[in-house]
């Protein structure tokens, strides 16, 4: 019973699992890493897994400190894998928590601009939603808005009422039963340190001194799949560039002033979908995150600085280029990191008469995003193929939505390997 209820726990014996051959080693048990090793099991259920992931349980990084949003597609450039992979994603998810009663709300959102000059960019994102096929959208006027929210202000807004929200921490601890079923396992406490092919096989070894051997390795080790990838031998022309994103929740006095999400007109410049507010599973109405570079990869507490996370964000020319072209939008978000007073006066673009005596600190999460070697922020989802393995090393939002689909991308890829 209680491998079923946390099957990651007690399956750490190194000793038993030292001596068997695995099929395929998976770096990283966050969404994108269980997804990947349930799809490879729904299609091929003898297949010998090992998820290795180096926190004491899974989805501690990105999956475990997001927004919990389960987005509908309309963001994103028809055509590209993440247009494609939230929309199939969204259906899979939707569809895997029906069936293992994981609880999620289709709770509807707004996009609001409110300046003229978004209006074109609000229009765009209206018209991208119809190329990826999304139904039910509306574009509505103030009137309209106020009709549904009437403490939201704008000019103009697209309601997409399929858009909903989740535990993502859930998902993934279902997905861990669902794995064990087959026989596979999640083994915790176990960082990668090195990958090496050994007489046709691959070496895993660990901080802890156990070594694991598979034919196949693939790399969903989110903030730190770059380094892996490299560790395994990889050229890349790329570096993974952490940025951190604070929220807020409101007080029990004004968390009930929306319903839907809301969200403005995002920054066409970056990757980021700006300040939003997002109703949690748990009642909590939250704001943010913002985006502001993070000199360490893993610090969800304070403006972390961590040594070697530093020193390669400073040695990257990428980054350099990027701050060329960025830096009065990166000073001026710095400077309003854990500002309670920008974050009011962002929500109050949207729903007049916040102010800062409305919230309270609620955390942080730190999204893993690439950056090219020309300074420019990749937005698309990025993977590198080996005969013997696969990397993905850029699966920013909505990878959490996308998860599954993302998961049966790479099974296919896994079964074209010969
Ligand atoms: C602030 C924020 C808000 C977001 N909001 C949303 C949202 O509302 N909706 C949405 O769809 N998406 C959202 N996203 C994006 C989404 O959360 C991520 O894209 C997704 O979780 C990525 O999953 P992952 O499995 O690739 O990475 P992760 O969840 O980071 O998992 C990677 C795992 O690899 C492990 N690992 C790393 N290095 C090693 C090693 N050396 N050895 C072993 N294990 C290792 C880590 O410990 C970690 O558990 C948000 C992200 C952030 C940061």
Redesign the pocket.
């Known amino acids: 019973m209680e491998a079923l209820e946390k099957p990651y726990a007690g399956l750490n014996s190194s000793i038993f699992f030292a001596f068997m051959k695995y099929d395929v080693i998976i ?9 990947t090793a349930y799809q490879l099991l729904k299609r091929s259920p003898d297949l010998r897994i090992v998820l ?4 004491v349980e ?14 509908s597609g309309i963001y994103y450039k028809p055509g590209s894998y993440k247009a494609w992979n ?1 929309i199939q ?1 969204y259906h899979m998810l939707l569809e895997y928590c029906k069936q293992h009663k994981i609880p999620y709300n289709l709770i509807g959102k707004l996009i609001v601009a409110t300046k003229a000059h978004e209006i074109p960019k609000l229009d765009q994102i209206y018209n991208n939603g119809i190329q990826n096929g999304l139904q039910k959208l509306q574009l509505l006027n103030q009137e309209q808005v106020t009709e549904i929210e009437d403490r939201v202000s704008c000019l103009k807004a697209i309601l997409i009422p399929q858009s909903g ?1 989740v535990d ?1 921490k859930q998902v ?1 601890k279902s997905l861990a039963v669902e794995i064990s079923k087959f026989g596979s396992q999640i083994d915790t406490n ?4 090195n990958v090496f092919p050994k007489n046709n096989e691959l070496i895993v070894r ?2 802890d001194k156990s070594e694991y051997v598979s034919d196949f390795f693939i790399n ?6 770059d ?2 990838a490299k ?1 395994c031998g990889i050229k890349l022309n790329f570096k993974i560039v952490p ?3 604070n ?1 807020f929740k409101l007080n029990d006095a004004k968390k009930n002033i929306v319903e839907r999400l809301i969200y403005p007109v995002p920054d066409p410049q970056f990757p980021f ?1 700006g300040i939003h507010y ?1 109703r949690m599973m748990n009642g909590d109405q939250t704001l ?2 913002n ?1 502001v570079l993070a000199f360490d990869r ?1 610090a969800y507490l304070n403006n972390g600085f961590n040594f070697k996370d530093s020193m390669d964000i400073i040695n990257f020319p990428g980054f350099w280029k990027m701050l060329a072209k960025h830096w009065k939008t990166g000073i001026s978000e710095y400077r309003r990191n854990y500002s309670k007073t920008y974050f009011a006066a962002k929500a109050s673009e949207m729903t007049p008469g916040i102010d800062s005596n409305d919230l309270e600190p609620a955390g ?5 995003q690439i950056i090219d070697d020309h300074g420019i922020l990749v937005e698309d989802f990025v993977r590198i193929r080996t005969q013997n393995m696969i990397h ?1 090393c850029n ?9 599954l689909s ?1 998961g049966n991308q790479i099974a296919d890829w896994y079964f074209e390997k010969d």
Do not use: D, W
């Not at 899974?58 to 987005?71: K, R």
């Not at 176990?190 to 340190?193: A, S």
């Not at 699966?395 to 998860?403: L, V």
């Open positions: 770096a990283g048990a966050g969404i994108v890493g269980v997804s290795l992931e180096k926190e899974p989805a501690m990084h990105q999956t475990g400190h997001n927004s919990g949003v389960i987005h939230c994603g929200i993502y993934v176990k960082k990668i340190i660990c901080a969903c080790a989110g903030l730190q799949s380094r892996i560790m940025f951190k994103g929220y979908l997002t943010g995150p985006a893993e942080s999460g730190i999204r893993a993905v699966a920013p939002s909505p990878a959490a939505t996308a998860g993302i």
